[in-house]
């Protein structure tokens, strides 16, 4: 049980994070660990109020190093406020306890060790 009440429109939360936080660096393990917990809550809170109908789920946003990604645009506040808000719309009722990159492919620049 949930010590939260049933909503009839259900409810989002969306938390965000930087791009490449939870992916890990040597010279800051800190905030791998603080990125990976966030996570790791955000995914527990959503299973604690998925009957309740609200979705929880985690945005990893614009890289905090100043990288681009691979995208020729950077992206902006205003692109990870529109993926927050998509997350947030009813219509995305079904996604719940994910993570979503918004970050132009930076994330996966360190599969490719760059």
Known sequence: RTPFPARDDGGAAVVVIGS?????????????????????AARSIALALAPSGVTVNVVAGVPTDG??????????????????????????????????????????LSSMSV
């Open 20 to 40: 490449r936080d939870q992916l890990g660096r040597a010279e800051d393990p800190h905030r791998a660990a603080l990125a990976g917990a966030v996570f790791a």
């Open 67 to 108: 990288r681009r990604g691979l995208l020729p645009d950077a992206p902006t506040l205003a692109d990870v406020a529109g993926a927050v808000a998509f997350l947030a719309d009813p219509r995305s009722r079904y996604i719940t306890g994910q993570l979503l990159f918004c970050d132009a492919g930076d994330a996966l």
